[in-house]
């Protein structure tokens, strides 16, 4: 597989957004690794708008604790109450 370059991940930008590391693409997009992608030991960050990859350097202890996912995508609910009864 031929990569467009190599970039050690404390280079590269967080982006809590898109629960992954980014760096600038030629292209004008960016290229992206996800923690999900990380966990799953992917050392390749993909561009969504052209075909370049990008290889990244890092070591498991790099990865992020990821957050619980929130259902639906809001705000986390609150937590149930202690010692009420419904």
Same mark, same amino acid.
Not at 52 to 72: F, H, K, N, W
């Given at each position: =597989? !031929? &990569? /467009?370059?190599? %970039?050690?991940?404390?280079? =590269?930008?967080?982006?809590?957004?898109?629960? $992954?590391? #980014?760096? *600038?693409?030629?292209?004008?997009?960016?290229?992206?690794? #996800?923690? $999900?992608? =990380?966990?799953?030991?992917?050392?390749?960050?993909?561009? @969504?708008?052209? !075909?370049?990859?990008?290889? +990244?350097? /890092?070591?498991?202890?790099?990865?992020?604790?990821?957050?619980?996912? &929130?259902?639906?995508?809001? +705000?986390? @609910?609150? @937590? @149930? $109450? &202690?010692? %009420? *009864? $419904?």
């Amino acid at each position: =597989m !031929t &990569v /467009y370059d190599e %970039v050690e991940i404390e280079d =590269m930008e967080w982006n809590s957004e898109l629960d $992954a590391f #980014t760096w *600038s693409c030629p292209c004008g997009d960016i290229f992206r690794l #996800t923690v $999900a992608e =990380m966990r799953a030991g992917e050392e390749i960050a993909t561009c @969504p708008s052209c !075909t370049l990859l990008l290889r +990244v350097i /890092y070591d498991d202890a790099d990865i992020p604790e990821a957050a619980p996912p &929130v259902e639906g995508g809001g +705000v986390p @609910p609150p @937590p @149930p $109450a &202690v010692g %009420v *009864s $419904a």
